[in-house]
């Protein structure tokens, strides 16, 4: 039988990491020895105190059976509470919060929750492709807002033009930012808040890395008055406990669209395992045990990336939080053909520019979730490149 797929899955292009795995795997098999800064996957095991905790947790029967939709209410809870410790955000756990099997899984349902077939939602670019694939997902459009580096990497909001507005439903934001790494100021949420009241759009704010900063502490989007009235706020635990394995998020915020994913979800899956939300809870209870051995880690990686690619002579957008390094090529070099020649000529995966949109042309970005002998090593073959 012919097996027709979908136009939906039909008409996208083939996911970049897949097609960049296969290209490691091969040089792999030849026995070269890679470096892989490709994927932003902590290589730092999981606190001990949380593994204890899923431990305990998986021996108590009534965890292996069906969890709630909306997760437990204890660990929703717990998320309330981190939220009024961490950014002084009173939030009810049964209003405002729902878990989510990883913050990904939130991000793709929610256009399914807010977007009817023809309308739009406003998605960064660069950015994480989950935006716009979702959209797409959903039977609505995305429309691109450039991140230039120019305005610090967030986006103009005021070049949107009004016929857009008018079938925008919701709005994507990220900060701390995957891929440039950059943090949004005051002003813009500010701004991003009142143009999202003005024109009857929900800002769907994917704070994945609130909790991997350098210096300046992000604050949640939350914090800003008027914020609940209009968005919700994406979390995942992967980042910043490094769970990207165990799959645990939430979603928090307006209590309307929080319900509204919440619906979907109750059609699509069943919820995170509860041996895992346990595990969740203890390590939102003492989030900030071993956080900050694990941000100077990251801190100290991203400088010394940053000063080696420095002192070879190109440009590096100045991290000051996540584990990405974001920067420019090399001799204005097209993004794809410089990471074909990192990974051909020295056994280098990094993420071209382009993979997180069009505006991402003539950037790359690197991971720095390898210790530091392997980045300087990445430094040195860089150095010998012939471009
Ligand atoms: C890693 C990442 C996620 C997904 O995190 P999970 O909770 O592991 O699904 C979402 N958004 C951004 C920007 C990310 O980088």
């Given at each position: ?7 939906r ?8 990491f897949?097609?960049?795995?296969a ?29 204890n ?37 009173s ?17 793709a ?6 977007i ?17 694939v ?19 990497f ?20 990220n ?15 500010k ?14 704010h ?7 900063y350098f ?19 994406f979390h ?9 394995g165990?799959?645990l ?20 899956d ?7 939300q346990?595990a ?10 071993e ?7 990251y ?36 993004s ?22 069009e505006?991402?042309e ?24 012939t471009?």
């Amino acid at each position: 039988m012919n097996i027709e797929w979908s136009d939906r899955i039909k008409n996208l292009p083939p996911y970049l990491f897949a097609e960049i795995d296969a290209k490691k795997d091969a040089l792999l098999a030849k026995g070269v020895d890679v470096i892989d800064l490709g994927v932003g996957d902590p290589d730092i095991p999981t606190p001990i105190r949380i593994i204890n905790a899923l431990h305990q947790s998986s021996l108590n029967p009534d965890n292996h059976r069906y969890p709630s939709y909306a997760g437990m209410m204890s660990f929703r809870d717990e998320v309330a509470t981190w939220y009024k410790k961490r950014f002084d955000v009173s939030l009810e756990g049964k209003k405002n919060v729902i878990a989510l099997i990883g913050s990904k899984e939130g991000v793709a349902h929610a256009p399914l929750a807010f977007i009817n077939p023809g309308d739009i939602a406003l998605v960064p670019d660069p950015g994480y492709p989950v935006y716009s694939v979702a959209t797409e997902f959903a039977g609505g459009t995305p429309y691109t807002m450039p991140l230039l580096e120019s305005n610090g990497f967030m986006p103009d909001l005021d070049i949107i033009p009004e016929d857009v507005l008018k079938k925008t439903k919701i709005m994507f934001l990220n900060y701390p930012n995957n891929p440039t790494s950059a943090f949004a100021t005051d002003e813009f949420f500010k701004k991003a808040i009142d143009f999202a009241s003005r024109n009857n759009i929900l800002i769907c704010h994917d704070a994945a890395y609130t909790e991997v900063y350098f210096d300046e502490k992000p604050k949640s989007f939350l914090e800003y008055d008027g914020a609940i009235d209009v968005g919700i706020e994406f979390h995942s635990l992967s980042k910043t406990f490094s769970m990207t394995g165990w799959r645990l998020g939430h979603v928090a915020g307006n209590e309307s669209a929080v319900a509204a994913i919440g619906k979907i979800k109750t059609n699509i899956d069943s919820g995170a395992f509860q041996a895992v939300q346990e595990a969740g809870i203890e390590a939102l209870r003492n989030y900030r045990d071993e956080l900050q051995d694990r941000i100077n880690i990251y801190k100290k990686r991203s400088q010394l990336l940053s000063l080696g690619l420095q002192s070879i002579g190109i440009e590096v957008y100045e991290p000051k939080g996540t584990f990405y390094v974001w920067f420019k090529n090399p001799n204005g070099i097209l993004s794809k053909d410089f990471a074909n020649s990192l990974l051909e000529d020295a056994g280098i995966v990094m993420t071209p520019g382009t993979g997180f949109g069009e505006y991402g042309e003539g950037y790359t970005r690197a991971s720095v979730t390898l210790n530091d002998k392997r980045l300087e090593e990445a430094v040195e073959r860089i150095k010998k490149l012939t471009i």
